[in-house]
């Protein structure tokens, strides 16, 4: 294929077409599409070709055997008009051979006079009996004679007409007809080759105008818009077809893109001051600490009463600025996949959440040697943020009186996927958040909860070709279910 895109250039070269002709038409660019229909173009000519020849070829063919036909049996009337005797042997052989056949038949009744005796053959002749509809005979005995044998002889029966009988049947040698027939094919292939090329350059031209012209466009505006977005591309054409609706909503589509890059760099220089922001925060909370522990020595009585609000308000900012720096990171780092055990991973992070035996306990039904294939960091960040919050709705439930909470975790396989469960036996998640829990910065506990550990939770679960979905939740408690390849 790639030999046919310097011939379109040559071919476009050697035409003397102008510059914006030979890019209509095709021949200005290495355009694997131009010469793919150029090829079309060409195997469709050959196939309409092949269509109008075959038949044409088929009744030149039968046109000629009717008209030998038609020459004997006007002969034979001649010679039968007077006795027999009356006329001389050779004058009634060359009255017969004016139509250019070697012997003649007539059959009446089941009777068959030899009108003119045949000569001794070299070779058995092929019979063709007009009187019969064969299609598929027809079509092919023409090729038959084109590709015979010089010494080969037809019999060719058919009804007569000028005179009373059941058939007529004539021997005629095939060469003649063979050299008629292949006059008449040259003939025929110059005229339709040159019919189709007209007929293929028009075709081939006005695709290339209505289609390729439109479609060079478009991969022209794509083409630029992918080195450049903000670039301001061609405008759509006013056509109304397929292809003007292509690229009206090829330019609708670049204009989402534009707006939706604008608005990311506008994200991007926020973040860089968010962490700008968040950095200087920092430092001032962890002074704002240091001063707090140095409070905690101090007799007062009102310092001593006022210091652990100080102390939870620093601590729910300086948690507040780790998440965001956490959630406003580029991108999570591809997650290490390994094989390892799930149950010491489920109690390391019971543990990081604060889980125990004196508080909110761990239940764990988890199959024994149970494994999972995932980054170990990552799937520990995933359980520490569902477990810690459903300790702290639990721990925060006011209703709770003598009920112990309890986290409990399973896991299974279905269908080559591992689900993972945590429920909760808390106070369930408000229905106004359930349906936007996933969403950054939408918490439950409107103290001290940022909202973003579920958003990372769930990023983290997708990163790994899996989902963190919530089942069910309500006042009995909540359930999620983490699925991951296995």
């Known amino acids: 294929m790639s030999e046919g895109r310097p011939l379109l250039r040559d071919v476009g070269q050697r035409l003397r077409l102008p510059a914006d002709w030979r890019e209509r038409l095709g021949f200005h660019a290495p355009d694997a599409l131009a010469w793919r229909l150029l090829l079309l173009t060409f195997l469709f000519t050959v196939v309409v070709e092949i269509l109008i020849i075959a038949p044409s070829a088929a009744s030149f063919h039968e046109r000629w055997l009717l008209d030998r036909l038609q020459s004997a049996e006007l002969a034979s009337v001649g010679v039968e008009a007077l006795p027999y005797s009356a006329v001389e042997d050779d004058v009634a052989e060359q009255l017969l051979a004016i139509g250019g056949v070697q012997a003649v038949v007539v059959g009446d009744q089941g009777v068959r006079r030899l009108l003119l005796q045949a000569p001794n053959l070299p070779r058995t002749p092929d019979l063709i009996d007009l009187r019969q509809n064969r299609p598929v005979a027809r079509l092919i005995d023409p090729w038959r004679t084109l590709v015979g044998h010089p010494d080969r002889s037809v019999r060719v029966q058919a009804?007569?007409?000028?005179?009373?009988?059941?058939?007529?049947?004539?021997?005629?040698?095939?060469?003649?007809?063979?050299?008629?027939?292949?006059?008449?094919?040259?003939?025929?292939?110059?005229?339709?080759?040159?019919?189709?090329?007209?007929?293929?350059g028009l075709l081939y031209g006005g695709?290339?105008?209505?289609?390729?012209?439109?479609?060079?466009?478009?991969?022209?505006?794509?083409?630029?818009?992918?080195?450049d977005p903000e670039a301001e591309g061609d405008p759509p054409s006013d056509r109304h077809d397929e292809i003007g609706r292509v690229e009206r909503e090829l330019a609708r589509m670049q204009g989402e893109v534009r707006?939706?890059?604008?608005?990311?760099?506008?994200?991007?220089?926020l973040g860089e001051a968010v962490?700008?922001?968040n950095h200087d925060l920092r430092n001032m909370l962890t002074s704002a600490q240091i001063a707090s522990e140095r409070l905690a020595d101090s007799p007062d009585p009102q310092v001593a009463?006022?210091?652990?609000?100080?102390?939870?308000?620093?601590?729910?900012?300086?948690?507040?600025?780790?998440?965001?720096?956490?959630?406003?990171?580029?991108?999570?780092?591809?997650?290490?996949?390994?094989?390892?055990?799930?149950?010491?991973?489920?109690?390391?992070?019971?543990?990081?959440?604060?889980l125990s035996d004196e508080g909110v306990k761990l239940a764990r039904a988890i199959p024994a040697r149970f494994t999972v294939n995932a980054d170990p960091d990552q799937l520990n960040r995933i359980l520490v943020n569902l477990m810690r919050n459903a300790r702290q709705a639990i721990e925060g439930d006011a209703t709770r009186v003598g009920r112990p909470g309890v986290i409990k975790v399973s896991a299974g396989q279905?269908?080559?996927?591992?689900?993972?469960?945590?429920?909760?036996?808390?106070?369930?998640?408000?229905?106004?958040?359930?349906?936007?829990l996933f969403e950054p910065f939408v918490s439950g506990r409107s103290s001290d909860g940022t909202g973003l550990g579920l958003t990372i939770s769930r990023e983290l679960a997708v990163s790994h070709g899996g989902e963190l979905v919530l089942v069910?939740?309500?006042?009995?408690?909540?359930r999620f279910e983490l699925r991951l390849p296995d």
């Open 275 to 277: 962490a700008k922001i």
């Open 472 to 478: 069910d939740t309500g006042p009995g408690g909540t």
């Open 207 to 227: 695709l290339a105008f209505l289609v390729l012209q439109p479609l060079r466009r478009v991969t022209r505006s794509i083409e630029r818009f992918a080195l």
């Open 259 to 269: 707006q939706s890059l604008r608005a990311r760099a506008r994200l991007v220089a």
């Open 159 to 200: 009804r007569p007409r000028y005179r009373s009988g059941d058939f007529m049947e004539i021997l005629a040698p095939a060469q003649p007809l063979k050299l008629e027939l292949q006059t008449y094919l040259l003939n025929s292939l110059l005229m339709s080759l040159m019919i189709s090329l007209v007929a293929g």
């Open 305 to 354: 009463k006022a210091l652990p609000r100080l102390e939870r308000a620093l601590g729910r900012a300086a948690a507040l600025s780790r998440n965001v720096l956490e959630y406003g990171r580029s991108e999570e780092p591809e997650p290490q996949l390994s094989r390892f055990a799930l149950g010491p991973a489920v109690a390391a992070a019971a543990e990081d959440s604060g």
């Open 414 to 436: 279905e269908d080559g996927v591992v689900v993972i469960r945590i429920t909760d036996n808390g106070p369930g998640i408000p229905p106004r958040l359930s349906e936007r």
